[in-house]
């Protein structure tokens, strides 16, 4: 296969022990694209561009607040809400333009011309709703890991050992299961993607039955009359099933226990 730039950092995070090895290059991505937001990237005026029209979601200006660097955060913060306030005043003023008209109009409610009025409101309050609703992180994330996905179909053709390495693995979070899936009829010869199916189920149904297992000796714990027993694999199962199940979400090397 043509190896790109992608092939590394698949092949590092197929290697790693955790509940999904796509998360773990997510997180990694994220945590890159932030430092890079934060960075250089703040001065460089195409990134600006885009930084000010689409701005961040909560998540990931909770993850740049965190970061520290508030001069960084400021300055996109000053451009992008200069953007904000002229899209918020040309919505206003659409909406208040159909909200006139409608309110001003016996067939309002019924006619042809109370319908295209009611559209031309529901428009404007979309385009609002998209300013306050996009997200240039998760966007250049999701971008990133859809190029993964796609790699780890292609080595997974064509790359035995990459095959092992990914049998090898404790399994996928059921979202980036989906995700390859998704995308195997694409990127698979259409013979290989009934193989592939049945290697992701052989891989993830014994890893949901350990997780279960887990959880559920977890739960014992708590009873006394297994106090005395061993915690096993245990210990961390409640932030491994909520990894395993939604995606990397919480930290794998802490005890769930406070016991
Ligand atoms: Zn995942
Ligand atoms: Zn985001």
């Known amino acids: 296969m043509k190896y790109h730039i992608d092939t590394i950092p698949v092949w590092d995070a197929v290697k790693q022990d955790c509940e999904c090895f796509l998360c773990a290059l997510e997180t990694r991505t994220e945590q890159q694209e932030a430092e890079r937001f934060l960075g250089a990237s703040v001065m460089e005026p195409d990134i600006r561009i885009q930084v000010n029209r689409q701005g961040f979601c909560r998540n990931h200006h909770r993850m740049l607040f965190g970061m520290g660097n508030r001069l960084g955060h400021a300055l996109m913060l ?8 002229r899209t918020v005043s040309a919505c206003l003023n659409d909406i208040k333009k159909a909200a006139g008209a409608a309110s001003g109009s016996i067939l309002s409610k019924y006619g042809r011309s109370g319908q295209a009025v009611k559209k031309s409101y529901e428009e404007a309050v979309g385009r609002l709703a998209d300013a306050a ?9 999701h971008t990133y890991m859809q190029r993964c996905c796609e790699t780890v179909l ?12 990914f049998s090898g693995t404790k399994g996928l979070c059921l979202c980036h299961l989906a995700d390859l899936l998704r995308l195997a009829p694409q990127v698979l010869s ?16 014994p890893n949901l039955d350990r997780i279960q297992e887990d959880i559920s000796w977890f739960i014992k714990k708590f009873d006394y009359r297994y106090e005395a027993e061993p915690w096993k694999n245990s210990q961390n199962a409640v932030q491994r099933t909520c990894n395993k199940l939604r995606g990397a979400c919480l930290p794998e090397d802490q005890a769930s226990s406070g016991r």
């Open 133 to 141: 609703g996009g997200c240039i992180l998760c966007e250049a994330v």
């Open 78 to 85: 000053e451009s992008h809400t200069a953007e904000s306030i």
């Open 190 to 205: 259409s013979r290989l993607v009934p193989e592939f199916a049945d290697a992701v189920e052989k891989l993830e149904k």
């Open 154 to 165: 292609l080595l997974w053709e064509n790359d035995s050992e990459f095959r092992r390495q």
